[in-house]
Nanobody, 123 residues
């Protein structure tokens, strides 16, 4: 599976941004999908994940602000980010995994990673 992220950019604090991840290749094998982020000097962390059945997981830091969704017809994963804060600044990576529980584990047994898209929130 190949994953290509898009939609990152620079936004002011309080603003919104939607990032996307287009999947191609052996998409029939995709189960859970998720968004991770990594800020300079910090570990990569799971932001949100969604199962093939639509169950979702959110990190406490983004609950109520971010929404993850997937369009199976378009083979695309989305992350709608509202009320952005400077601490949301990071490289955001799309990933696929066996289950949401697997994606939460450290280290997560990720099947595929995207190349990342930068999200920068100015104060």
């Amino acid at each position: 599976v190949q994953l290509v992220e898009s939609g990152g950019g620079l936004v002011q604090a309080g603003g919104s941004l939607r990032i996307s991840c287009a999947a191609s290749g052996s998409i029939f094998s995709i189960n859970a999908m998720g968004w991770y982020r990594q800020a300079p000097g910090k570990e990569r962390e799971l932001v949100a994940a969604i199962s093939s059945g639509g169950s979702t997981y959110y990190a406490d830091s983004v609950k109520g602000r971010f929404t993850i969704s997937r369009d199976n017809a378009k083979n695309t994963l989305y992350l709608q980010m509202n009320s952005l804060k400077p601490e949301d600044t990071a490289m955001h990576y799309c990933a696929t995994g066996p289950t949401i529980a697997n994606m939460i584990a450290r280290p997560p047994p990720i099947d595929s990673w995207g190349q990342g898209t930068q999200v920068t929130v100015s104060s």
